[in-house]
């Protein structure tokens, strides 16, 4: 019993975490329709950005909200350089783009900072905190209760501001949304931000967690994958759900199958929900649930 | 009320190759209700988006109010009194009727007391929607909706309204309701520039009309003179010529 309430803890705490990590990409997939595959890569650059940050002696944690703003700001720019102009070709067109960002940063990543592993080890980095017979390690608590703060502050932020009533406005129809006189070109380029700070702030989260890689992009893009077509593309809080969903599993079949089984896990889950219910857990409104549920 | 609000001299707009207005000059006077004719693809929905700024024209003159438009952004445009109630309604689904209401003022979004009178000042037009206020405009019929898109393109506090087939697709019934309510909001002195698929009722109720054929004007005058209008009847009306 002990030992299956750890798990469903340790597993919810990871989802949380995965929840932030999603929320990013379906953000950006239901405002834009770009399914960004270099979404992973923005973790890893928030990773080494924390990294780095934490070398020069920040907290990682206090790192988190520089690297959320840092990565917001290379959002806005490579959307305006690399992917405004492609908003209106094929979407054979982004996907091309966005797989030779993912290229190029992991092969940038090599050359900066070879392929090592780079750890984020502050001083309470192996605290357990225990409660009852659970022991839970400090870092993923933190990671955990920072991740749901983000998730909170996104959906705050596209609620209650301005700005975020364009986004979903734009979101719902893009061209009614130019009819009142929205920027739309705007509207992408900010949210296009603020999915990749979703990304980075990850990266920062999980960084005292996990090492930090050239090629550690390729995971979170898959785990985003999988939690977001289990989510439901473009739904913000299928991307909540779905990261718990997937953290859980991720968890479980680790410790009752074998630590291994991770990239198997995410697959079979993939090819089942596509089987089974295509739209996701919560259906396929994309784009148009961002007005709706929040 | 004969000053010239929208002064269009001879405009000419494409797609790419495709020429769609060839010379198209016209004229709204401030207050008036005029209506542009037309049959399907002749480029009545394409000259009510160069008016409001979407597309570039490739020559020619939009002016309001004496002052050139064809530079301006959307927004610009629509700070200087054109908003647009498009076609096919465009409402924000997921939103409620309110929301889709404030976003009408978009432009104007950070003067905060001033919504809140305009949005007063458009329910006093549209009462139905008081009630409404927190409803999906998604979930709401097509006439409704249709007010919805018209009190959204008022809280501009605009001078001129682009309407584009406001009646499309509605029942008979809402189709009488909706015409209404544009007369209501032209008594209010806002000028309205109205598509109309049904020439009939388009020219029955508005002051002057023009006729788009393929992208030129070919006629245009008093709505009442061309009810009675030869080429008018033949092809807009339905009727056969009785020459
Ligand atoms: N965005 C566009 N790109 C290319 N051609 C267009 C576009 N919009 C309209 N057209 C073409 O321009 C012509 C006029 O269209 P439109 O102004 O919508 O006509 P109407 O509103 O009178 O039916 C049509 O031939 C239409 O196919
Ligand atoms: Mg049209």
Redesign the interface.
């Known amino acids: 019993m002990d030992i299956f309430l750890q798990l469903l803890l340790s597993g919810l705490l990871l989802g949380g975490v995965y929840g932030l990590l999603s929320l990013g990409l379906t953000l950006v997939f239901g405002v834009t329709r770009i399914v960004n595959f270099a979404h992973g890569e923005f973790v890893m650059l928030g990773m080494y950005l924390t990294y780095f940050l934490w070398q020069l002696g920040f907290d990682p944690y206090l790192a988190a909200p520089v690297v959320f703003f840092a990565c917001f700001a290379v959002g806005v720019v490579t959307q305006h350089l690399l992917l405004r102009k492609t908003l209106t070709m094929p979407h054979l067109v982004q996907v091309f783009v966005t797989l030779g960002i993912s290229v190029v940063m992991q092969a940038g990543a090599q050359l900066l900072f070879t392929s090592n592993f780079y750890f984020v080890r502050p001083s309470y980095g192996n605290a357990m905190v225990e409660i009852g017979n659970i022991r839970l390690p400090l870092t993923t608590i933190i990671a955990a209760v920072l991740a749901l703060i983000g998730t909170a502050l996104v959906h705050l932020f596209l609620k209650k501001t301005h700005t975020g009533a364009a986004i979903r406005a734009t979101a719902q129809d893009p061209y009614a949304a130019n009819v009142v006189g929205i920027e739309i070109k705007t509207v992408y380029a900010v949210t296009f931000g603020v999915g990749i700070g979703c990304a980075g702030l990850a990266g920062a989260l999980l960084a005292p967690i996990y090492p930090v890689y050239p090629t550690v992009g390729l995971a979170y893009s898959l785990i985003s994958f999988v939690v977001v077509v289990l989510g439901g593309l473009g739904s913000l809080p299928g991307a909540l759900i779905g990261g718990l969903v997937v953290g859980l599993l991720e968890t479980f079949s680790a410790y009752y199958i074998s630590p291994e089984a991770k990239e198997a896990t995410y697959f079979t889950i993939f090819i089942i929900v596509l089987l089974l219910r295509p739209a996701g857990l919560l259906g396929l409104r994309g784009s148009e649930t961002m007005g709706a549920n929040h | 009320m004969d000053q010239v609000l929208l002064q269009i001299n001879d405009l000419h707009v494409a797609y790419g190759e495709l020429r769609v207005l060839q010379g198209v000059s016209l004229q709204v006077k401030a207050g008036e209700l005029v209506s542009l004719l037309g049959g399907n693809g002749s480029g009545k929905s394409t000259t009510q988006k160069t008016i409001?700024g979407?597309v570039r024209p490739t020559s020619g003159q939009i002016l309001f109010e004496g002052e050139r438009l064809d530079t301006l952004?959307?927004?610009e445009i629509?700070?200087k009194g054109i908003?647009?109630v498009?076609e096919g309604r465009?409402?924000?689904?997921?939103?409620a009727v309110r929301?889709n209401l404030?976003?009408?003022a978009?432009?104007r979004?950070?003067e905060r007391a001033e919504l809140k009178h305009d949005l007063e000042r458009v329910l006093e037009l549209f009462p139905i929607l008081r009630t409404r206020l927190n409803q999906?405009a998604g979930s709401m019929s097509g006439g409704e909706q249709q007010i919805v898109a018209m009190a959204?393109a008022l809280m501009m506090r605009p001078k001129l309204v682009l309407m584009d087939e406001p009646t499309m697709g509605l029942a008979p019934k809402l189709v009488d309701e909706v015409l209404e309510l544009i007369q209501t909001v032209n008594r209010n002195g806002i000028a309205v520039l109205l598509v109309e698929q049904n020439a009939r009722t388009a020219l029955g109720f508005t002051d002057r009309a023009y006729v788009l054929e393929r992208g030129r004007l070919v006629i245009e005058g008093p709505s009442k003179d061309l009810l009675t209008n030869e080429r008018v009847r033949s092809a807009y009306l339905g009727e056969l010529s009785q020459a």
């Open positions: 409001l979407f952004s959307i927004p629509i700070r908003t647009m498009p465009r409402v924000f689904p997921f939103m929301e404030l976003l009408g978009w432009v979004r950070n999906l959204r």
